[in-house]
């Protein structure tokens, strides 16, 4: 069953009676280092917070992997001659309309298919795309990505599957390996995959990027207590959290906890009474660093190979396209 965050009594009443979230969420807090996927930050409001990250001048991936979009898709998608793409994890696919201008300058744009777990930011995705493209068809999915690709069965092809933002930083590798393998599951001859990466670099840059100034961050982490608390009748007190974000080095990503700073019992129907001590902390996202070696690990467990990588000039951030190995 497909998570959906959005905030609408029907949707509400689907996720309550959903024991899939139940359980996970069971089991995250449950487990000695409490954590939960990073999926349970975006409702409506989780991902307007997300595309406010991508306005502060602390957060660069955004505007740095737009940059390398603005400069490689116009030489990149003509000789591929793409007539679909498909987009996981798409947002308010800002970016993403650089790859439909380069595909429309072709001639070529004919299907676009945004998948996400937000399902109202998704839809108002679809219809200002519908508003922008007139002759591209947009059809959205709402779907776990970490659990499946759901596609049309029909798609034009050459595809191009864009995984942007470095999204694939927010899955544990066995995860991200898993991710990347339905991809190459689904691709066909001359279809390619085009994926963005943050790179290591400075951990002061890298932490400055998840502690912002104006705390916008730290009402996105924040953002998780208030959907369990939407979705699950759960009675977490906001005021009992805060926001910590910190660089693992060993690990080569950003760790986001919510520290609990007192002690506290959070109750959620379904499930038994969740204790935390002060101090005590809640993972609620990885993200992981990367750089041209480690992607192409991932790649290759996934039955992948890079075919090009492109980075802007101080080496914050990768494009890298793959074609199946
Ligand atoms: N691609 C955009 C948005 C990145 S934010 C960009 O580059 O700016 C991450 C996006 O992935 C959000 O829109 C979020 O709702 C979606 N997302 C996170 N986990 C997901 C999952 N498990 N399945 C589907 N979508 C997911
Ligand atoms: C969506 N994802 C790649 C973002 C990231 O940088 O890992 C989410 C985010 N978390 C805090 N700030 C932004």
Redesign the pocket.
């Known amino acids: 069953m497909t998570p959906n965050l959005a905030h609408t009594r029907a949707d509400r009443a689907e996720r309550v009676q959903n024991p899939r979230m139940l359980a996970e969420v069971s089991a995250g807090l449950s487990a000695p280092q409490k954590e939960l996927p ?1 999926k349970y ?1 975006y409702d409506q409001r989780g991902s307007e917070l ?1 595309e406010e ?1 991508t306005r502060l001048p602390e ?1 660069y ?1 955004t505007r740095t992997e737009r940059g390398l979009l603005e400069s490689w898709m116009p030489e990149l998608m003509p000789p591929l001659g793409t007539r679909t793409l498909v987009e996981l ?1 798409a ?1 308010s696919a800002e970016k993403s309309r650089v790859i439909l201008d380069a595909m429309r300058a072709g001639g070529l744009a004919e299907l676009y298919v945004p998948i996400d777990v937000s399902a109202t930011f998704l839809s108002q995705t679809a219809a200002r795309l519908r508003c922008e493209y007139p002759g591209l068809l947009v059809e959205p999915a709402i779907a776990d990505i970490s659990e499946e690709l759901r596609l049309p069965r029909w798609l034009p092809r050459p595809v191009l599957y864009a995984f942007l ?3 694939i ?2 899955f544990y590798p066995p995860a991200a390996i898993r991710l990347l393998g339905r991809v190459r599951a689904a691709m066909a001859p001359g279809d390619r995959f085009l994926m963005g990466v ?1 790179l290591r670099k400075s951990v002061a840059r890298i932490e400055a ?2 502690n912002d100034r104006q705390g916008v ?1 730290a009402e ?2 924040l953002n998780m207590l208030r959907v369990l608390n939407h979705e699950l009748d759960a009675d977490f007190d906001l005021h009992g959290f805060e926001h910590r ?1 910190f660089y693992e080095p060993v690990a080569h990503r ?1 760790e ?1 906890h919510l520290v609990a700073t007192r002690a506290q019992q959070v109750r959620i129907p379904g499930m038994a009474p969740v204790r935390f001590a002060k101090g005590e902390t809640l993972r609620t ?1 990885i ?1 992981c660093k990367h750089d041209r070696d480690s992607v192409a690990e991932l790649f290759a467990s996934a039955g992948l190979r890079i075919e090009a990588w492109r980075t802007d000039p101080a080496s914050l951030f990768a494009l890298v396209t793959g074609a199946p190995a």
């Open positions: 990073p930050f997300f990250i957060y991936p994890g947002g933002g470095s999204t930083g927010n943050d990027a998840y961050t996105f982490n974000a950003i986001m996202e993200s």
